[in-house]
């Protein structure tokens, strides 16, 4: 009899069709011993096509996630990439509706792009300003936001407009997360059901994650584009030159080896050598600031204002510029992606270029342009992640699973924090802020770190034991870069995770005190600081407080048996007076005198100023009460 139910799962039949056996047993008057067990059976093998059922649909969520990864990485047309990720998201989390709205710059608004599941003309071309609705909100803050509920959520700026909209489509939960392209929000991903429900935070990673792949396949469809339309370009002026001999062949090599360069996710160095097998000559690459970061052939020693007029005219005319220096011609083409310059190519060593090798210099300039992009991105991709897990981090009430998880995710991007780890917080004038962020960004990848910005504030975690000595080195590094004073208020050395919000508010109030001593432009621990540090300090220093003050005179005393120690203290107790102190001590003042000069000796002739008097009158009883 259990045939039957066996025949039933292995056609996957519906779930009325188990009860067919019983009603069959029971209509045929088989004993009630038979019918139980048909009954029991249908139980069990219900059981079973319930757990079938599960398991196909954790397999379809997993094929549906690998899916999504395929799609993002083969998909260059950014159309397609957007309806992919849409639809990729409204599988992931099983929501009714998915849909991604779009910024306009022009006009100062974002517009419904794609959706997936919606049924509503009106909601499908829904447009709203900034600030407006949940949406609005997510895109003008860049943050996520999520509603079990939007129309009984106040956190939004409902406008009749857009509650039109989302009621014509039956939405009452929805989440949103910011599609970003640093630094600026490009859109919002969304995902929504018609019944009330709330988003776990899980929910909203998973839906983050896919509005980073998002951003970076928009941008990558996106160079993809230009790459295709240069590539293109590039064949055209191969074409052309084919009835020329040796023309043809070299703007045909230079097609070949420039495609398969971009197409392997080659170098800037792999373009110079590129294009100087085919060209000839020595190639410099610079980047925005004129700063030379590859070069192949003899060095040039490059007039950046020479170069920046030359990038100028190269950017407008769309052409390679020939400009005469002293040590020869040089030929400069503008690396330039959209409206951004990122940097020039520098030909030496021809007097002159033919059609076809000037072509050539401007093609692979755009090559470059691409490779610098597709560097950036992937950059910009993984200096978000490390922000965000810095911000998990350094949040007071993070701990537990959520600790061990940003834990693991910082293990698997190569930062191990059980090393023990020291906090910088770095402060500069805000036009010098974002190149501050992008250096500290790239100290953290290259140095296995995080770097963000919390509460405003430039933020560094790197592995070391030497918080002060580090902060004094990068506030100077960090300064000559932005070409600004930046100051360094640093903590640590920690190897606790779970205290990193601690050791980061230690940091904090040591930058700030810097900045109130007049001490800007400079790097410092709490310890550093004298007094000062031991108000700072979490873990007040006090031995090296001692020792770094009156630590000299201790010495002293100890390898001459003398009291110098006992006179200082006698000459504070007594205001300063000599003659005061001679009495107090019972000896003659001229033996008071030569002990206060060999005390200025020791620690310096400034130790009677009043700036110098609190430390050392400080240092001298916490001695005391350390040695009583």
């Keep these: 009899m259990w045939i039957e139910f066996l025949e039933l799962l292995a056609r996957g039949a519906s779930i009325v069709e188990y009860e067919a056996p019983v009603i069959e047993a029971r209509a045929a008057g088989e004993p009630a011993d038979v019918v139980d067990e048909l009954e029991n059976g249908k139980q069990l093998a219900l059981q079973i096509r319930e757990m079938i059922v599960a398991q196909q649909r954790r397999e ?21 990439v957007l309806q992919a990720i849409v639809h990729r998201a409204r ?114 990673a998973l839906l983050g994650s896919l509005a980073a792949h998002a951003s970076a396949a928009i941008d990558k469809a996106r160079l993809l584009d230009e790459t295709r339309q240069a590539l293109a370009e590039l064949s055209e002026v191969n074409q052309l030159l084919r009835s020329h001999g040796q023309a043809v062949e070299k703007a045909a090599d230079a097609h070949d080896r420039m495609t398969e360069l971009v197409l392997r996710g080659g170098g800037v160095e792999d373009v110079a050598v590129v294009l100087v097998d085919v060209v000839g000559g020595s190639v410099t690459v610079v980047d925005e600031d004129y700063r030379t970061t590859a070069s192949l052939g003899d060095p040039l020693d490059l007039d950046s204002d020479r170069i920046e007029t030359a990038v100028l005219e190269s950017r407008r005319s769309r052409r390679a510029v020939r400009i005469e220096e002293e040590g020869g011609v040089l030929w400069v083409a503008a690396v330039v992606a959209g409206q951004q310059t990122l940097g020039a190519l520098v030909l030496a060593g021809h007097q002159d270029l033919t059609e076809v090798d000037q072509r050539i210099v401007e093609r692979t300039a755009l090559v470059t342009a691409l490779l610098l992009l597709s560097r950036r991105s992937r950059a910009e991709a993984e200096t978000q992640v490390r922000g965000e897990l810095l911000d998990d981090l350094l949040r007071s009430d993070v701990g537990g699973a959520d600790l061990e998880t940003t834990v693991e995710r910082l293990r698997r991007l190569g930062t191990d924090l059980g090393e023990p780890h020291c906090v910088y917080v770095v402060g500069v004038a805000p036009s010098g802020r974002e190149r501050t962020r992008s250096a500290a960004a790239h100290l953290a990848s290259t140095e296995g770190g995080l770097s963000g910005i919390f509460d405003g504030n430039v933020v560094l975690v790197l592995s070391g034991p030497d918080a002060g000595g580090r ?158």
Aim: proline residues 3%; charged residues 20%.
């Design 471 to 628: 902060s004094q080195r990068l506030a100077s590094d960090f300064g000559k870069s932005v070409g600004l004073p930046v100051t360094i208020g640093s903590a640590g050395p920690s190897v606790d995770v779970g205290a990193l919000s601690a050791t980061y508010h230690e940091a904090a109030r040591c930058e700030s005190a810097l900045r109130r001593l007049g001490r800007s432009g400079v790097g410092a621990a709490a310890a550093d600081l004298g007094f000062v540090g031991l108000v700072l300090g979490d873990d007040p220093d006090v031995p090296r407080f001692v020792a770094s003050v009156v630590g000299p005179i201790v010495e002293y005393d100890a390898r001459r048996g003398t009291d110098l120690l006992g006179t200082v203290h006698a000459y504070f107790e007594c205001g300063g007076n000599l003659k005061r102190t001679r009495e107090l001590l019972h000896v003659h003042v001229n033996t008071v005198t030569q002990r206060l000069e060999r005390i200025s000796s020791l620690i310096g002739d400034d130790w009677q100023a009043p700036h110098r008097q609190l430390e050392v009158q400080l240092a001298l009883r916490l001695h005391r009460i350390t040695s009583a």
């Design 60 to 80: 379809s969520e997993l094929a549906a996630l690998y899916a999504t990864a395929d799609d993002l990485a083969r998909v260059s047309d950014v159309d397609a």
């Design 91 to 204: 599988q992931v989390l099983h929501t009714d509706i998915a849909y991604l709205t779009m910024n306009d710059a022009e006009e100062g608004d974002t517009y419904m792009r794609v959706t997936d599941g919606a049924t509503s003309a009106k909601f499908r071309q829904l447009r709203l300003a900034m600030g407006e609705g949940l949406g609005g909100l997510v895109a003008q803050t860049a943050m996520p936001y999520a509603t079990s509920s939007y129309f009984t959520d106040a956190r939004f700026n409902h406008t009749k407009t857009i509650d039109s909209a989302v009621k014509s489509e039956g939405l009452v939960a929805i989440l949103g997360v910011p599609l970003q392209m640093r630094p600026e929000v490009i859109g919002v991903l969304y995902a929504a059901n018609r019944f009330e429900r709330p988003f776990t935070r899980a929910e909203v």
